[in-house]
Each structure stands twice: as structure tokens, then as C-alpha cells.
Nanobody
Framework: QVQLVESGGGLVQAGGSLRLSCAAS????????LGWYRQASEKQRELVAT???????KYADSVKGRFTISRDNAKNTVDLQMNSLKSEDTAVYYC???????WGKGTLVTVSS
């Protein structure tokens, strides 16, 4: 069992930056594939970025070159550095640990244009 708690969301102007952090507790953090997902209003949840145990990363095309995912297995954290934010990045961002699929409660990111 893994508990995930996100932090770092907020209101930022377009072009600005935010850093999201997810703190995990419970089972062995290093075993999981970790990810960030987001859900905008009236839209389905979508993948933003994932990072494997060995550090291999994957990004949605919409965030490539702007967002960076990282993990610290010693601290049990996974972060998402978001730069050059756009209004379409506005969403609730969720931390995920897989398998099987643990989710945090989410943190709201609002980008004003």
C-alpha cells in the first residue's frame, strides 16, 4: 500500500513556472513506476509524464521540452518541474504509482493568460 500526497499547485501567469512535488509513504517506493497525470475541467484524465525505477522518462507530446519529471527514491518523492506554462496546462494534477495504481488526491494548477 502506498499513500501519495501532492503539493506545489497554485496560480501562475502564462510563461511562468511551477514545481509540483509528491511525497509517498507506505510500501517500497523505489519499486514503482511513478507518474503525473492531469485532468482539466470536463475532460478525461491524461498522462503528463512517467519515470521508471531506473529513471527512464516518458512525456506527453504537449509537455515535451517544458516539463521535467524526477524522482528521489531516498526521500520517497517524485517532482514535476513545469516551465513555460500555458493556459491549456490548467488542470488538477495527480501523482500516480504503478502497479497496481495508487493515486494522490490531486493539486490544482491554474495558468492565467
Amino acid at each position: 500500500q502506498v499513500q501519495l500526497v501532492e503539493s506545489g499547485g497554485g496560480l501562475v501567469q502564462a510563461g511562468g513556472s511551477l514545481r509540483l512535488s509528491c511525497a509517498a509513504s507506505g510500501s517500497i517506493f523505489s519499486l514503482y513506476v511513478l507518474g503525473w497525470y492531469r485532468q482539466a475541467s470536463e475532460k478525461q484524465r491524461e498522462l503528463v509524464a512517467t519515470i521508471t525505477r531506473s529513471g527512464t522518462t516518458k512525456y506527453a507530446d504537449s509537455v515535451k521540452g517544458r516539463f521535467t519529471i524526477s524522482r528521489d527514491n531516498a526521500k520517497n518523492t517524485v517532482d514535476l518541474q513545469m516551465n513555460s506554462l500555458k493556459s491549456e496546462d490548467t488542470a488538477v494534477y495527480y501523482c500516480n504509482a504503478y502497479p497496481p495504481n495508487y493515486w494522490g488526491k490531486g493539486t490544482l494548477v491554474t495558468v492565467s493568460s
